[in-house]
């Protein structure tokens, strides 16, 4: 079964969120790295490269379904911020936007009883857990242990191990 028009039109919207995800990291990257936070920084750089690898799974889908792919306009991303734990919350909030971009994806390929769809975004939901999971014990440590630069250095260094 050939997939829709609706749901390749989707799909190629979630191209784009999943890039723009990448900037967005990639920026917050260069932010540690001005700030002399190399961990927090190597940490996005990994989610970068994840959201970049995200992209390229929605693509191949695509073409395994013999549909069209167009690559978007990436939004420029922020480029400052207040401090790390302003990072983290605005990370963890945008996790939680892209989880409900792919449950929105999962929506509709129900609707279309589009099952291979549905199989394809199962492993973006699992993953988009694994995400909020992980950003959000960041922020949630980074609240516990405030936001001085003693505590900071640690998160930092803990990160340095991704």
Not at 21 to 26: K, N, P, R, T, W
Not at 36 to 57: D, F, N, P, T
Request: net charge negative.
């Amino acid at each position: 079964m050939k997939i829709s028009e609706a749901m390749t039109a989707a799909i190629n919207d979630q191209i784009k969120a999943e890039f723009d995800s990448a900037y967005i990291y990639l920026a917050m990257s260069a932010y540690f790295e001005d700030c002399g936070l190399s961990g927090m920084s190597h940490w996005m750089q990994k989610q970068y490269k994840e959201e970049v690898e995200h992209a390229e799974k929605f693509i191949e889908y695509l073409y395994r379904r013999g549909a069209r792919v167009i690559i978007p306009e990436i939004a420029r991303p922020k480029e400052s911020y207040n401090d790390a734990l302003d990072v983290f919350r605005t990370a963890y909030a945008h996790e939680q936007y892209v989880t409900s971009r792919i449950y929105k994806l999962m929506d509709m390929a129900e609707s279309e009883k589009d099952y291979a769809t549905q199989s394809m975004l199962k492993w973006f939901v699992d993953e988009q857990t694994e995400e909020e999971d992980n950003t959000g014990g960041i922020v949630a440590k980074l609240e516990f242990l405030g936001n001085d630069k003693h505590s900071v250095y640690m998160v930092d260094r803990e990160l340095s191990a991704r």
